[in-house]
């Protein structure tokens, strides 16, 4: 059989599968959406948002891309976000790096990706800005562990320097803004930051409401 053609049968089990537990699962969900969580993580095909959480169709309202990036010119994040925060209201934004991801162990590298390598190039700026920290670690991996958590840090940053969060803070009092790593080898997630709305934004990057 097709690998592909898997997909679609077990698609087939599933909705079995739900309707046999709840026979108006479909028609509830169709109705409408009131997710609590964005949710921005890596695009890594080990790491699914669902699955590792827990969570239900209607619970996460996902963006994933390469390295789990808050890029400030990149309008499908900001889509995004501006439709998670303005219009479905959620409470909390995640943004979840891992451990062993693929898109930090290339910008600590020199190797060439073609235009990977300008995607990814904000995260060399976050290494260049802890090279003190990072040279000082003594192998490669750790460096790798190092910077996928200060690469968090860095986009949940970025996500506080958006007149949509700062915005939604002022007039909501939400969302919550977290930073959170997943491990790879123990199935594990771990917080690492907590932003709660009114917490200090650096002058330069605070707007006027
Ligand atoms: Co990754």
């Known amino acids: 059989m097709d690998s592909y053609k898997r997909l679609l049968l077990a698609n087939k089990a599933w909705v079995q599968e739900r309707l046999t537990l709840a026979p108006n699962f479909f028609e509830e969900l169709a109705k409408e959406q009131k997710p609590e969580f964005l949710w921005i993580g890596c695009s890594d095909s080990r790491v699914p948002a669902e699955e590792i959480t827990g969570t239900q169709p209607g619970e996460i309202f996902t963006h994933r891309n390469i390295a789990n990036l808050v890029n400030h010119t990149d309008f499908n994040l900001l889509s995004v976000l501006s439709f998670a925060v303005e219009y479905l209201k959620v409470k909390h934004v995640i943004v979840c790096g891992h451990y062993g991801c693929g898109g930090i162990k290339a910008a600590l590298s020199s190797h060439r990706y073609g235009v990977l390598d300008e995607w990814l190039r ?88």
């Open 122 to 209: 904000q995260i060399k700026d976050v290494y260049q800005a802890n090279s003190d920290t990072l040279s000082a670690l003594s192998s490669i991996d750790a460096q790798a562990d190092k910077l996928v958590e200060m690469n968090v840090l860095q986009q949940v940053k970025n996500l506080l320097k958006t007149n949509i969060i700062q915005k939604a803070w002022h007039d909501d009092r939400r969302p919550i803004l977290h930073g959170w790593a997943y491990s790879i080898d123990d199935g594990l997630l771990k917080s690492l930051y907590k932003i709660e709305p009114g917490a200090p934004i650096d002058e330069i990057y605070r707007f006027d409401f």
